[in-house]
């Protein structure tokens, strides 16, 4: 059974979970609870912040999940044409990145206004993606 919960993430019973591999990129295993395992679309997911050995998945309905895993995990995990790794401590989704603040400490704003850092060990690359992807600006 596939049910749509109020906040937007899709959760799938336990038998159907093996209709869904790694291999698809549209939905990604995000949590697991006593009624199965949460998904999440991938293009829903803003951003991942570092928290130690943990990290915080921020979506695009406002819904925060700590998972148990590292920011280095979910960087190998996550498909490169849609992710990258802005700081040591954050992950952004591309498409969901509203502005990029150079003036003020290069940070980008997020489509949800939170402010994400970019670290000047980063800041190459990603203006090499942001040119790549907006090459007329």
């Given at each position: 059974r596939i049910s749509l919960r109020s906040d937007g993430v899709l959760t799938l019973a336990p038998e159907l979970k093996e209709l869904f591999d790694a291999s698809i990129s549209y939905l990604w295993a995000i949590a697991?609870?006593?009624?199965?395992t949460v998904y999440v679309a991938v293009d829903n997911i803003i951003r991942l912040e570092s928290s130690d050995n943990y990290t915080n998945v921020h979506t695009g309905n406002?819904?925060?999940?700590?998972i148990t895993k590292t920011l280095?995990?979910?960087e190998q995990i996550l498909p490169q044409s849609r992710?990258?790794?802005?700081?040591?401590s954050h992950i952004v989704n591309l498409s969901h990145i509203e502005?990029?603040?150079?003036m003020e400490g290069n940070n980008l704003i997020m489509c949800n206004e939170h402010i994400v850092p970019v670290s000047?060990?980063?800041r190459s690359r990603l203006e090499h993606v942001l040119n790549r992807m907006y090459p007329h600006i």
């Open positions: 697991q609870d006593s009624k199965g406002g819904a925060k999940y700590l280095k995990s979910f992710f990258i790794r802005c700081h040591q502005a990029y603040d150079k000047r060990a980063n």
